[in-house]
């Protein structure tokens, strides 16, 4: 028996497209919808639309053995009070003909079923990686969608992954092993091992508290943000779960951290995150340490993800351009790694 993984790529978008089609007749849209692919990813994406209507959904059919069911449903549980409590727009999601969000659909050619959920589409359009005011907007978004998670009482059954320094750069890596990525050099694998040495010293200091660490979207890129007449939404949970507050900050510049514009980037997020909530000076001097953290998590998923399209743009050039990133860091952190200074803590957003 064929399994998944003997599969090509292209055979395996071939089979999940045929899943697709008949996953779409679980929610009783018209017949003769149109199902294209539309991202690749850690799931598969395809957009759905009604050419009578002009109607358009997101139908993801999610990778096999990255999350439970159950995780998958706090994810949406989540998704749903966000929106709920007028904290961030979020997707909707659509329940299916039998009142399922998440439907498990399978056909012949995959070794096992999928879980799918379909969302409507939300209008909008990418942030511009200048767009300083925008990054404001992020900032004071990600402020209020912090202060939600330490008031929300999440289900008893909520299961999500946890983002720490063991998962990420770690033992447990959920991305794979930073040192399998693209391209990596004798003078990159050096450089990495030295700044991994680091974050993990200055990660450990600074701690897991409830104030610093929670759930988080921990995805915040360009391309999961939306701008739509001045308002942000919020795209893509797949990867929230439970990390350091600050680490949905580096992800807004995810696979350009290296660009000279980052700086004014952060800056203006940091403004935006204090009209809602407070950000010690201690904790905006720790941002680069979970830039840094983000971008070598990055390398590890391109080196794992080396299939898809977005790890082949990457490629061994993005390995390579964080060498020069991880000597910076090092020449600001390197020589503080056994400094004992306190970080403050993220403290509740005002009323």
């Known amino acids: 028996m064929t399994i998944d993984s003997d599969l090509s790529h292209p055979e395996l978008l071939q089979r999940l497209q045929r899943l697709a089609a008949c996953a779409v007749k679980r929610y009783g849209l018209p017949d003769d919808v149109i199902v294209e692919l539309f991202n690749v990813s850690e799931n598969t994406t395809f957009r759905v639309e009604d050419g009578a209507t002009g109607r358009k959904w997101a139908l993801r059919v999610h990778r096999q053995g990255y999350h439970s069911k159950a995780a998958i449903a706090s994810e949406l549980a989540w998704i749903v009070a966000l929106r709920r409590d007028g904290v961030a727009t979020t997707p909707v999601p659509v329940a299916g003909l039998d009142g399922e969000l998440i439907q498990v659909v399978s056909i012949d050619g995959l070794a096992s079923p999928r879980h799918v959920v379909l969302s409507q589409w939300e209008s909008g359009a990418e942030p511009a990686r200048t767009d300083i005011e925008g990054f404001e907007m992020l900032g004071a978004t990600a402020a209020r969608m912090h202060a939600h998670v330490r008031r929300w009482q999440r289900p008893s059954w909520f299961e999500r992954h946890t983002w720490d320094f063991e998962t990420s750069l770690g033992h447990r890596p959920h991305w794979g092993r930073w040192q399998n ?171």
Not at 246 to 260: G, I, R, W
């Open 181 to 351: 990525g693209m391209g990596m050099t004798s003078d990159a694998l050096e450089a990495f091992t030295e700044t991994v040495a680091v974050l993990g010293d200055r990660l450990q200091r600074f701690g897991k508290s409830p104030s610093q660490f929670n759930l988080v979207h921990g995805d915040m890129r360009l391309a999961n943000l939306l701008m739509d007449n001045g308002l942000v939404k919020v795209i893509d949970f797949d990867d929230c779960g439970f990390s350091w507050l600050l680490y949905d900050c580096a992800t807004t510049v995810s696979f350009f951290e290296h660009a000279p514009e980052v700086p004014d980037l952060l800056e203006a997020w940091v403004r935006g995150y204090r009209r809602i909530g407070e950000l010690s000076v201690e904790e905006e001097g720790e941002i680069a340490t979970f830039v840094m953290l983000r971008r070598l998590l990055l390398v590890a998923w391109i080196g794992s993800h080396s299939e898809t399209e977005l790890a082949q743009s990457m490629g061994p050039s993005y390995t390579q351009a964080s060498i020069r990133l991880c000597e910076r860091y090092l020449s600001r952190f390197g020589q503080a790694i056994h400094s004992s200074a306190a970080v403050k803590t993220i403290r509740p957003a005002r009323a």
